[in-house]
């Protein structure tokens, strides 16, 4: 069975990449820009450093932000119509995973209008062009939206998240900025970040790598754990170190899959709302003990790229237990909550641990589960 790969057709990186957005849009012909962003984004100048790059170019835009946190079929049918009234051909997401997965459920409807209920594109959906060009403008380092094939959408109604996976979606351009992340506060810059791990780690032992998104995901963990506590400190080496880490992971997970610490955060962000990046980060060490005895060697390699010393004199459980203890300790540093006390209440558990294990991202899982070892796992959490 041959492997896939898809990423960008371009990407930019480094301190003033952003500037790369008006190359783009007038290199590729484009008259009118619809930007996304949220309205916090925009309340704090973030979105205006890429609308004075379109000004200075005199590059015509409308500006649509009606983006929750965990965007909605709501949203993404106001997009929809926002983008038809703009009279826009191309699309500029400025933000995290919320600005950008609305930006390519958009797209994928505005060229597919057969799936406008929104619902309909929920897994593989079997759409048939590619969505409109999409310009995405990172402003977290943690989702990788910006070169994934993956979105999310919040169905309000049924209290559950849609994975969508869809090769027709991804960016044309990625624009990955440290200098455009250099305002997200504290909190947000760790949870995004451990998000970025999370991609990393599951994406090294989920069912679908292989040698090639090893070598992406290695390399995203080495990142992220020599980069997250100066990010979180707002050093430029950190920022600069999680702006890459955090695009190489999903360069990788994009292409083989997760597990189900992310089918465990999604009904969280469901039903709670609670930030995606903090309820991987406080699932991520309970789950690698769970997957561990399915992982061989893979903990020992993990352990290394976090930094931990005398790794090849370890036995196996010690270097997996070390793997875990570097996770967790990264987690605690930054600052995460240690469990889900405060966020789950006992008698949804039932819901969430049904919702986790018919999420897309659970078959990826390394090792086999069922809804009530799920169960367990929520449980052991609270």
């Known amino acids: 069975m041959a492997n896939r790969f898809v990423l960008n057709e371009t990407s930019y990186h480094g ?18 820009v619809l930007i996304c962003s949220d309205p916090d984004l925009i309340r704090f100048g973030v979105t205006k450093k890429v609308t004075d790059v379109l000004d200075d170019a005199n590059i015509a835009y409308d500006i649509f932000s009606e983006i929750k946190p965990n965007p909605t079929i709501e949203n993404v049918q106001a997009g929809v ?28 409807i505005i060229t597919n209008p057969e799936f406008a209920d929104v619902r ?12 409109v060009p999409i310009i995405a403008v990172a402003t977290t380092a943690g989702t990788a939206a910006e070169v994934t094939i993956n979105y999310v959408i919040t169905d309000v109604q049924n209290n559950r998240k849609m994975v969508c996976v869809d090769v027709h979606d991804i960016p044309v351009v990625a624009i990955v900025d440290p200098e455009m992340m250099a305002t997200m506060p504290k909190g947000l810059t ?19 790598a292989w040698e090639m998104s090893d070598m992406f995901h290695l390399k995203a963990i080495e990142l992220i754990a020599k980069s997250l506590r100066g990010a979180v400190a707002n050093t430029d080496e950190g920022r600069e170190g999680m702006a890459l880490g955090q695009y190489i992971a999903g360069m990788g997970f994009s292409n083989v899959g997760l597990g ?29 003990e769970y997957n561990a005895p399915e992982t061989g060697e893979k903990y020992r390699d993990i352990a290394k790229a976090m930094g931990v010393c005398g790794v090849d004199a370890m036995s196996l459980e010690e270097a997996r237990k070390a793997a ?59």
């Open 190 to 208: 760790a949870a995004t970040g451990m998000d970025a791990l999370t991609h990393a780690i599951e994406g090294y032992i989920t069912k679908g």
């Open 324 to 382: 875990v203890d570097a996770v967790r300790q990264l987690s605690v540093d930054v600052g995460i909550p240690a469990d889900l006390k405060d966020i789950v209440k006992a008698e949804d558990v039932d819901f969430l641990a049904q919702s986790a294990f018919d999420d897309a991202c659970r078959p990826g899982n390394p090792r086999d589960t069922s809804v009530a070892e799920i169960k367990e796992l929520y449980l052991s959490l609270l």
């Open 81 to 108: 119509a926002a983008f038809k009234a703009s009279g826009a051909d191309c699309i500029v997401a400025i933000g995290g995973g919320s600005s950008i997965d609305t930006a390519k459920a958009v797209g994928i």
């Open 120 to 131: 309909s594109l929920e897994g593989v959906a079997p759409t048939t062009k590619p969505c």
């Open 260 to 288: 189900i610490v992310h089918s465990m955060a999604h009904p969280l962000g469901a039903l709670y709302d609670t930030p995606h990046g903090v309820a991987n980060a406080i699932i991520l060490p309970t789950v690698m």
């Open 15 to 32: 301190k003033g990449a952003v500037a790369a957005v008006a190359t783009e849009v007038t290199a590729r012909g484009f008259k009118k």
